[in-house]
């Protein structure tokens, strides 16, 4: 069982910044890929980032490219999400989840998840 907790949502005004971070539980966060989705009212959740085990490869939505980052620290079990230039449409529930795969880009390729961290761009 992983427990994850996400946090540093809030209100920020488009052009902005916010970083979020997840705190997993396991002892065995290092082994895991980590990754980001994101659901706004009314639609799919759907993939942001994600980072593997050792942080050498990482995977970023379309949408979102050139504009966050994610990044890990395995000795503080953590995994973070640098968002800049935020715009409206980021508006979201942002959720961090954990996976076996490398390549991990589908919801289906992960098992535990969060409960989320509300992220919220005013224009």
């Known amino acids: 069982q992983v427990q994850l907790v996400e946090s540093g949502g809030g209100l920020v005004q488009a052009g902005g910044s916010l970083r979020l971070s997840c705190a997993a539980s396991?002892?065995?966060?290092?082994?895991?890929?980590m990754g980001w989705f994101r659901q706004a009212p009314g639609k799919e959740r759907e993939f942001v980032a994600a980072i593997t085990w050792s942080g050498g490869r990482t995977y970023h939505a379309d949408s979102v490219k050139g504009r966050f980052t994610i990044s890990r620290n395995n000795a503080k079990n953590r995994v973070y999400l640098q968002m800049n230039s935020l715009k409206p449409e980021d508006t979201a529930i942002y959720y961090c989840?954990?996976?076996?795969?490398?390549?991990?880009?589908?919801?289906?390729?992960?098992?535990?998840w969060g409960q989320g961290t509300q992220v919220t761009v005013s224009s």
């Open positions: 396991a002892r065995t966060f290092s082994t895991y890929t």
């Open positions: 989840a954990t996976s076996y795969n490398d390549y991990a880009v589908a919801r289906s390729n992960y098992n535990y």
